[in-house]
Antibody, heavy 119, light 107 residues
Framework: EVQLVESGGGLVQPGGSLRLSCAAS????????MHWVRQAPGKGLEYVSA????????YYANSLKARFTISRDNSKNTLYLQMGGLRAEDMAVYYC????????????WGQGTLVTVSS | DIQMTQSPSSLSASVGDRVTITCRAS??????LNWYQQIPGKAPNLLIY???NLQSGVPSRFSGSGSGTDFTLTISSLQPEDFATYFC?????????FGQGTKVEIK
């Protein structure tokens, strides 16, 4: 069974940093591109970042302006999102998701981890 | 980024109704269009990928169509478990984007 379990969310002050993790199991992690998607409270879904199966290619939403860094450790079956310069508008549930179909849709999602940015 | 615009933003319907949700892209996305259903407090669930392909396990009352910039999700006969929010998503560009969502409520 494919499982994606996010962790690392919590309360952080504006300007602070946080690292999210997504532990994968039930599939060959190193064979799939992985993504982060976020959802602000009561709002829609927003693509955050993606990383290729071998970690060699990364993509970011233009709005993030290099404050976030995606990475992965295929030996640990874990995806990461390092977030810096956090702002109130970054407050959201962050989901990790597995890219399917040659990289064209998400079949599997984690349960999400909540990031709260507040002083 | 490619902008995705869904309409309506919300709708009220009764069990058994036929429901149509539209999604328009700001430029052509060919058929790189997916639909997700989200129940409050849960992760999104894939319904349809590549415009018209029904994900395994999804009831056949869900269908999708379109190409280029205009796409449609249709629920042929709304069931109680279908009251949720629906999102379209384009995966044509390297920066995937979602529509703002359509909330389907009970009339």
């Amino acid at each position: 069974e494919v499982q994606l379990v996010e962790s690392g969310g919590g309360l952080v002050q504006p300007g602070g940093s946080l690292r999210l993790s997504c532990a994968a199991s039930g599939f060959t992690f190193s064979s799939y591109s992985m993504h982060w998607v976020r959802q602000a409270p009561g709002k829609g879904l927003e693509y955050v970042s993606a990383i290729g199966a071998d970690g060699g290619s990364t993509y970011y939403a233009n709005s993030l302006k290099a404050r976030f860094t995606i990475s992965r450790d295929n030996s640990k079956n874990t995806l990461y999102l390092q977030m810096g310069g956090l702002r109130a508008e970054d407050m959201a549930v962050y989901y990790c998701a597995r890219s399917e179909g040659g990289g064209t849709y998400y079949r599997y999602w984690g349960q999400g981890t909540l990031v709260t940015v507040s002083s | 980024d490619i902008q995705m615009t869904q309409s309506p933003s919300s709708l009220s319907a009764s069990v058994g109704d036929r429901v149509t949700i539209t999604c328009r892209a700001s430029q052509t996305i060919i058929t790189y269009l997916n639909w997700y259903q989200q129940i409050p407090g849960k992760a999104p669930n894939l319904l349809i990928y590549a415009t018209s392909n029904l994900q395994s396990g999804v009831p056949s009352r869900f269908s999708g169509s379109g190409s280029g910039t205009d796409f449609t999700l249709t629920i042929s006969s709304l069931q109680p478990e279908d009251f949720a929010t629906y999102f379209c998503q384009q995966t044509y560009s390297s920066s995937w984007t979602f529509g703002q969502g359509t909330k389907v409520e009970i009339k």
